[in-house]
């Protein structure tokens, strides 16, 4: 029984975070994100939204160079559905989007060999921003989803690689507008990242 408590006291100290073990890591991303499904029943994403161009910054702690739990923040413009430009541009107004998300994260890599490889779960909060000249509609919600991406080392602590996600959301409330029946949207997000591991 003692050996068995020292066995594992031993295995447990092994997978502990350490200083050599346990990395913090920055991280950028730029994307393009393109929507599909609804903002809320009988109201399709592509009435609205053609696309979203997501600048997101990721951060948290890399454990045995195989776990990654953090958190991350994305901010960046919309693509104005065409249709709606064209209402837009004949009643002599702008319009603009932006769309705002912040979550937490989980990643994962396989050991050895493949360790270039990564992917994971990430769950957060969505905001859909839509001006119309002089008017504003914000759509919030929640959002969950899946990615993945490959990483080139191109200095000891800089990696950068492409990447991909697709994420599932609702909005849940509005401000400016209304919400009917809710609906659930996606999005099929390409890009770039680029991670610094402290």
């Known amino acids: 029984m003692q050996k068995l408590l020292v066995t594992m006291v031993a295995a447990l ?15 950028a991303r730029v994307g393009y994100a393109m929507p599909s499904g609804d903002v809320q029943q009988s109201a399709p994403m592509k009435n609205n ?8 910054v990721d951060a948290g702690m890399s454990v045995l ?15 104005i559905a065409k249709d709606l ?32 490889l990564w992917g994971g779960v990430f769950a957060g909060l969505e905001r859909q921003k839509l001006s119309f000249g002089s008017s ?7 959002e969950t989803g899946l990615q993945a991406g490959y ?5 000891p602590f800089i990696k950068i690689g492409p ?23 996606t999005a099929l997000t390409f890009g770039l990242r680029g991670l610094f591991d402290f």
């Open 85 to 116: 430009k064209s209402s837009c541009s004949a009643l002599g107004v702008s319009c603009s989007g932006q769309n705002l998300r912040f979550g937490v994260q989980a990643n994962l890599r396989p050991p050895l060999i493949l360790n270039s």
């Open 49 to 56: 939204i053609s696309a979203n161009i997501p600048i997101q």
């Open 151 to 155: 990483d080139f080392s191109v200095l």
């Open 163 to 185: 990447f991909a996600s697709y994420s599932f959301a609702q909005f849940t409330s509005a401000s400016g507008a209304t919400i009917g029946t809710k609906a659930q949207h």
């Open 136 to 142: 504003d509609a914000t759509y919030s919600g929640w």
């Open 13 to 27: 100290a092994f997978l502990a975070p350490t200083q050599a073990r346990a990395v913090i890591f920055l991280g």
């Open 65 to 79: 160079s195989i776990l990654s739990l953090g958190v991350y923040g994305s901010y960046g413009p919309t693509s």
